[in-house]
Each structure stands twice: as C-alpha cells, then as structure tokens.
C-alpha cells in the first residue's frame, strides 16, 4: 500500500536523521523551486572532494576505483518523485540494502552511489543543509530561517551547536527548543522575547 501512495501522492522523499531539526517551511519553499518530474538529488556533503571507493571486479585481476559525490545523511537530502520512480528498479524490493552490503558504505553513501554513480545523476548541493560535522555556532542566528536543516553533536565533553538565545542549557543543551521557538515564537512553551 504504501507503495501505491508512493507512486500515485508523493512528489518528494526527504530524508533527515533523528538528531536534525528540519525548518518545513523553508524546506517547502526550497522544493518548490525544483519540479518533481525532473531528477533531483538535493543535499549537501559532509566532505570536500568526490568520495574514491574501489569495487570488487570478480572478472578481472584488478578492482575497479570510481568517485561520486553522495549527500551526508547528517544533513539530510531530499529525491525528486522522477527520481525515485527511476531507482526503484535498481533500489527497490531489498537490493538497495544489497548494494549497501556489497561497497560496504552506510545507507547515505549508498544512495550517492546509486544515484551519481549508477543513475548519473549528480548532486545538486544545498548549502541550508547542516550537519553535525559542521561547526553548528557558524550558523549566524539571523540567517536561521533561511535554513532548511541544523544538527548537534556532543564530542569530547563539548557541544557542537548553534548559538541561540532562549532556553537554559540545562533545559536545552541541543538547543532545538530555543531554535524552535526563535522561527516560531508563538508556540505556548516558549519563553517571552
């Protein structure tokens, strides 16, 4: 069933990991300036040149090296309806976990494996991407709704967020309630201005 509606409702898949939060209305507004019906793979990369992996080639004496970009899950990406439609032959049924196991990447490689990599279709990068490989504080509060995802990460005893006013850390140490409430003020939990 949820195949069907796939194929019949949905116009985009967007991905985000749990420890994102995503701004949906910027989000909307980004997807509306791409079209649904033209293969769009939207994301941003956590690294600064195309990934170099080299594929087992069982027929010949040497492997097969290959680069492609791939949008860090971190961030999140988000696939055209045209796109997926066109994965599912290839990615469909079971075998995208399949060709996970067989490069040995995790699920946000795989997809930029298949998509650049066997699809050719290339990224188109985002930058209001962000994840938690990014310095989170670098993110100017005055841009913050200009943004489409943010992330955090607490490495080596130290928070990797953004810089907002609102919540204590104590009460907020991802600080995604005082965030929340910095682009949507009106919610009852907030604190006042």
């Known amino acids: 069933m949820i195949y069907f509606e796939f194929r019949t409702l949905f116009r985009w898949f967007c991905h985000f990991d749990d420890d994102n939060y995503v701004n949906v209305p910027r989000l909307v507004k980004l997807l509306d300036e791409y079209s649904p019906t033209v293969d769009w793979y939207l994301g941003k990369p956590s690294i600064s040149s195309?990934?170099?992996?080299?594929?087992?080639n069982k027929n010949a004496t040497t492997n097969k090296k290959i680069t492609f970009w791939f949008a860090t899950g971190g961030a999140g990406f988000c696939l055209s309806r045209a796109l997926t439609l066109k994965m599912l032959p290839i990615a469909g049924?079971?075998?995208?976990?399949?060709?996970?196991?067989?490069?040995?990447?995790?699920?946000?490689?795989?997809m930029g494996f298949i998509i650049e990599h066997l699809l050719k279709v290339p990224?188109?990068?985002?930058?209001?991407?962000?994840?938690?490989?990014?310095?989170m504080e670098l993110i100017r509060p005055d841009t913050f709704?200009?943004?489409v995802s943010f992330s955090y990460a607490h490495m080596k005893n130290q928070w990797n967020v953004i810089k907002v006013n609102g919540f204590d850390l104590q009460t907020d140490?991802?600080?995604?309630?005082?965030?929340?409430?910095?682009?949507?003020?009106?919610?009852?939990?907030?604190?006042p201005l």
């Open 145 to 147: 709704q200009d943004q």
């Open 50 to 56: 195309p990934l170099e992996i080299h594929l087992d």
């Open 173 to 191: 140490p991802k600080r995604f309630y005082s965030l929340h409430c910095r682009l949507f003020p009106y919610f009852s939990f907030c604190p």
């Open 123 to 135: 990224l188109t990068v985002v930058d209001n991407f962000h994840s938690h490989l990014e310095p």
């Open 93 to 110: 049924g079971g075998k995208f976990i399949s060709i996970g196991d067989k490069i040995r990447f995790p699920d946000d490689v795989t």
